[in-house]
């Protein structure tokens, strides 16, 4: 869920509150949510696994949300708008959820400042590797 978002909703230039969120943690597997409607409270509600080879100090969910059909906004030929940014550190102890909400990051023609935020839960699990067998690792009890 975010809030705050468009804090100048009033704003006669923006007519449409069609929202979604981008995120990755690496930039060639961005996950998109479904776009809904909200003024400015949306909720996504949705869940997915990234799969990480190792933890290092140099892991971060990168979040942007972003407006839709926001036609009217200089500078965007798709009508997308990036409203908030953040780069969140990954969670560091396995199996704890962590819930919080984090700031949103917005540039735009007015500059660069904080408006809006958003709730994330993140919970870092470990998996233990899938082993294959031959047919000479099959043990059988006769």
Not at 12 to 17: F, L, M
Not at 31 to 41: C, L, M, Q, S
Request: some cysteine.
């Amino acid at each position: 869920r975010a809030e705050g978002l468009d804090q100048f909703a009033d704003d006669p230039s923006v007519k449409n509150r069609d929202y979604n969120v981008v995120y990755w943690i690496k930039p060639d597997e961005e996950i998109h949510t479904k776009v809904v409607e909200g003024f400015v409270t949306p909720e996504w509600n949705q869940a997915n696994d990234f799969m990480l080879e190792n933890l290092d100090d140099d892991s971060f969910l990168n979040v942007e949300v972003q407006r839709f059909n926001s036609l009217d906004d200089p500078g965007t030929s798709s009508g997308n708008v990036v409203v908030g940014r953040v780069k969140i550190p990954l969670p560091t102890v396995f199996n704890r959820r962590e819930v919080r909400s984090f700031p949103l990051l917005r540039s735009d023609e007015k500059g660069c400042r904080l408006e809006g935020n958003i709730l994330l839960s993140m919970r870092l699990k470990k998996i233990e590797p899938f082993r294959f067998y031959d047919d000479d690792d099959l043990i059988f009890n006769e």
